[in-house]
């Protein structure tokens, strides 16, 4: 039984993940370069807490003097990676199950905003597809986690919420797991404007949605999964 139990707590820490670098304009940058890193890998579970916005509490994140410039229009790459040193191939538990998701939000200072509160909108998701979870995805590509920006938002410097979220225990409330770093961005070569409908961190998000408390196991190919959070923003 001990060892049952050692090798349990070991396949449940390989499990965890972090958005450690991002790929933007043909260039990957450093990992932890303008992104707001945590040590530990862990996720939050709390849907009400304000870590969810961008992390922090149990996993404190360092802060990044560094923003990335990333053009309006192209597509960006969220790298995910099981420990801020792992390789491609220890991204996150295969068993981990679940939708991936990004946001942005128009900030005046990206290095400093908390990204606590309203002026979210959605710009990816990818849920459950004929059997294949959005988790599943990143993980056989390596951890690449493919987000385009909208072309039709103005210039400037916004942070980007990347996000997995795991269900293997999401049949109980509060056995979801959420796993989300926040980017800190300056989007050049965009026109328009902030969408009027925005959402908040927390308060997208209810410990009871369908998206959040659900059992992945009852599932077949062709039922249908509410992702959670508003619709994606389209120009």
Not at 151 to 163: H, K, V
Not at 203 to 223: E, F, K, Q, R
Request: hydrophobic share 35%.
């Amino acid at each position: 039984m001990k060892g049952f139990a050692l090798l349990a707590a070991a396949s449940a820490a390989s499990a965890h993940t972090i958005f450690v670098q991002l790929e933007a304009d043909g260039t990957r940058h450093p990992v932890s370069y303008g992104i707001r890193t945590p040590t530990y890998d862990g996720p939050i579970t709390d849907v009400t807490s304000n870590d969810v916005a961008c992390n922090g509490g149990p996993n404190p994140t360092t802060p990044s003097s560094d923003v990335i410039t990333v053009t309006a229009g192209s597509t960006v790459k969220a790298i995910w990676r099981h420990t801020l040193d792992s390789g491609p191939q220890d991204v996150m538990d295969a068993s981990h199950k679940g939708p991936t998701l990004a946001y942005l939000k128009k900030v005046d200072d990206a290095t400093s905003d908390s990204g606590i509160g309203n002026g979210w909108f959605k710009i990816q998701e990818d849920g459950y597809n004929n059997g294949q979870w959005g988790t599943s995805t990143v993980i056989e590509n390596g951890g690449e986690h493919s987000i385009t920006i909208p072309s039709c938002i103005p210039e400037g410097q916004y942070l980007l919420r990347a996000e997995m979220i795991a269900l293997h225990g999401a049949g109980s409330q509060g056995g979801a797991q959420l796993y989300m770093e926040c980017a800190q961005l300056n989007i050049v070569g965009g026109s328009g404007s902030v969408p009027s409908s925005t959402v908040s961190f927390p308060g997208a998000y209810s410990a009871s949605d369908p998206g959040i408390l659900v059992n992945i196991y009852s599932m077949s190919p062709s039922d249908s999964y509410k992702i959670p959070g508003p619709s994606v923003f389209s120009c």
